[in-house]
């Protein structure tokens, strides 16, 4: 997630620009999905950050401030067009108060500081608590402006064991409400809440019932914005050990289901009563909770998950140098960034996940195998640099069968291999020419030059930018090719995925790496831009990948490239870093096999919809349903040559031929007595 000052991100509110951001001190998060409809959702006491100097000086430990806290209100508006999460603890400041009494000095009884707070640590924690309301006064205007009216759904979690009572699941405090004016809104609510029902567990809602609505969010909206109704709603914490804050799984993913079910029909009554722009919910808005719920949980585990952050090693540049200055061969000591994930969390966060609940059996057969993949790649992750990595590396992403093997050597043995290309470019040109094709295709994205790249190119999808290797010297030809297949599939399906009312298509499906990759070689080639000597390039990581499986041996790799294919030192160097870097990454033979599968499907009428994001040949009949049930968007951003070939060539397509039908006839078994 991007980090933004409070300037950037009321400047893009202001713009009516959609966006996820932190604020740039981390006390906040900010979600824009969309502006189509006038409902902001709050979780103000949600976070449990607190400042080490801040501990020091605190009475109270870390599970007595949880327990005051309100852990999970994030997971109950995960599905709604805009969120402002808190990641403060409330021990810090307390959104829900004034400025001058924000800060406690006796909480629930207790005395919460041993000693007197700084005024300057006092005002850090001020100005967090002034920032926050600046956001979402910039929110709320620009709301209103464009529907009259706005709702804000301020969701809070409370202890209910203390209380010698029963108590009501929800609570709805309305005592700063117009009554006069909203009560049509405040029955639709409590009939909403009351409608939920949950297996074993009785739900009701009531009216001020344990809290009244004397909150400092509701009256500061109410002293700015005369059209604006925030609704303060309590959840009881039966869906969660209050002391331990354990939480009870079951319970917890079906109360959130049907609670955000509920404020979905609460947003559709609003808008139809009170707003000048009516509008039907988008349809993130309009799909299943449970798909909302689970598919926004896998993107926030898997965004972080960089696999390529990890995997190239950070000493590329002084290892090469030092292996290509060496009189004898030497074995490179490549080191790589730590691991800053914590994967047991992450595994624990993917177990709970509620897959059965979704109703599709093909929707749910592909979460369940997106979380298996993820679970993969947690595996891969963890073993960076260990005996173990190529074995989980092989479980990831595969390893080279006897097809793509024959299909390598058919393109190694072809003719006419080596085609000089005298006039060589550097970093600085491709990226004006990227520029300028990003220009003319209209993508709204970056292109940076960046050092340390053990790829020539790629795509940054967290940052929408193209990043190029700062020692790149490449021919008009792979010019023209990187262009294709970075800006002209890999971006082009970076900004579809933003598009899409899921978000596992910006995650990826199971699959995708060989899909990405496919689809980018496709477009290469129906541009006219892919040559021979590109596909070779391609045919030998294959067999690269092929023998670092059956050697395991950095120079055994390297000699074998030099030997058998005639590569100089630097060449069979950089090939064999690829495949060798963290342990054994077997990526690289992806890039054929894709090719191939592409070439296969390519002619299928809804081949297109492969465009949308980060898909999957193997998804490929779920991808047609679920844009059928209206839970994904056709893409926007489509390769201009996709219906419009060129011609490659007598020689390339002559060889793509003999491609496409060893690919057809070739049965898929791992190469036994391969080099």
């Not at 909150?215 to 109410?222: A, P, T």
């Not at 003319?440 to 190119?457: E, F, H």
């Not at 060129?646 to 390339?652: A, F, I, P, R, S």
Request: net charge positive; aromatic share 10%.
């Amino acid at each position: 997630m991007q980090k933004l000052s409070d300037a950037d991100i009321i400047q893009r509110i202001n713009y009516g620009a959609t966006f996820e951001a932190e604020i740039l001190d981390g006390s906040f998060d900010i979600i824009i999905h969309s502006y189509e409809t006038p409902i902001i959702s709050t979780a103000i006491h949600a976070g449990s950050q607190f400042r080490g100097m801040l501990a020091t000086r605190c009475r109270l430990t870390k599970s007595e401030r949880f327990y005051e806290e309100d852990p999970w209100t994030s997971e109950f508006i995960a599905s709604m067009p805009i969120q402002l999460i808190a990641k403060d603890s409330r021990y810090e400041y307390d959104l829900n108060r004034p400025l001058a009494t924000c800060i406690y000095q006796t909480a629930w009884g207790k005395k919460v500081w041993r000693y007197k707070l700084p005024e300057k640590e006092k005002k850090i924690s001020i100005n967090k608590h002034q920032t926050f309301y600046r956001v979402l006064d910039a929110l709320v205007a620009q709301l209103e402006k464009k529907f009259k009216h706005c709702l804000i759904f301020d969701i809070h979690t409370y202890n209910y064991q203390r209380i010698n009572r029963k108590t009501p699941t929800f609570d709805l405090g309305t005592r700063q409400i117009n009554n006069d004016r909203w009560m049509p809104m405040i029955h639709a609510t409590l009939k909403s809440l009351n409608s939920i029902q949950v297996d074993n567990l009785p739900v009701n809602a009531e009216e001020n019932d344990v809290f009244v609505g004397n909150g400092y969010m509701i009256s500061h909206i109410n002293s700015r914005f005369e059209n604006t109704l925030v609704l303060p709603i309590e959840i009881k914490k039966c869906f969660m050990n209050e002391i331990s804050g354990k939480l009870y799984t079951d319970i917890f993913w079906e109360l959130n289901s049907a609670f955000i079910s509920a404020i979905h029909e609460i947003s559709a009554k609003f808008l139809n009563k009170y707003c000048k722009n009516k509008t039907q919910l988008k349809k993130s808005e309009q799909i299943d909770p449970v798909i909302i719920n689970i598919d926004r949980t896998l993107y926030d585990i898997s965004k972080n998950l960089d696999t390529l952050k990890y995997i190239n090693p950070i000493n590329t540049a002084e290892e090469k140098k030092r292996f290509l200055q060496s009189k004898r061969p030497i074995k490179p000591k490549f080191r790589y960034h730590a691991l800053t994930e914590d994967i047991f969390y992450l595994r624990k966060q993917l177990s709970q996940l509620p897959i059965h609940l979704i109703k599709n059996s093909e929707v749910q057969h592909l979460y369940q195998s997106s979380v298996a993949n993820i679970q993969r790649k947690l595996n891969l992750l963890s073993r960076i640099n260990s005996a173990e990595f190529l074995d989980v590396s092989i479980d990831y992403y595969g390893k080279p069968s006897n097809k793509e093997y024959q299909i390598a050597k058919a393109i190694l043995d072809a003719p006419g291999l080596l085609q000089q290309q005298p006039k060589l470019i550097n970093a600085d040109e491709l990226k004006r020419r990227m520029k300028q094709a990003s220009a003319d295709w209209q993508m709204p994205c970056k292109i940076k030059i960046q050092s340390n790249l053990v790829a020539t190119a790629m795509v940054n999808n967290n940052q929408k930018t193209v990043l190029l290797n700062k020692k790149l010297k490449i021919s008009d030809t792979m010019a023209e090719s990187l262009i294709h297949h970075e800006l002209g599939v890999h971006m082009a399906t970076t900004l579809n995925s933003f598009n899409q009312p899921l978000k596992i298509l910006s995650s990826g499906l199971p699959d995708n790496t060989r899909t990405q990759e496919g689809l980018a070689l496709l477009n290469e080639y129906h541009a006219g831009v892919l040559d021979i000597e590109r596909l070779r390039t391609i045919a030998l990581r294959v067999v690269a990948v092929n023998k670092m499986i059956k050697d395991s041996e950095f120079l055994l790799t390297l000699e074998y490239l030099m030997e058998a294919f005639n590569l100089d030192k630097e060449a069979a160097f950089d090939l064999s870093i690829r495949v060798h870097r963290a342990g054994g990454f077997t990526k690289d033979f992806l890039y054929l096999s894709g090719f191939a599968e592409a070439l296969r499907l390519c002619d299928d009428k809804n081949f297109e919809l492969l465009y949308c994001g980060k898909t999957s040949f193997e998804f490929f009949t779920t991808i047609e349903k679920m844009q059928n049930l209206a839970l994904i968007n056709p893409p926007t951003w489509v390769p201009e040559r996709l219906h419009n070939r060129k011609h490659n060539g007598d020689k390339l397509e002559a060889l793509i031929q003999q491609l496409q039908l060893l690919n057809t006839h070739t049965k898929l078994n791992a190469p036994s007595d391969t080099p």
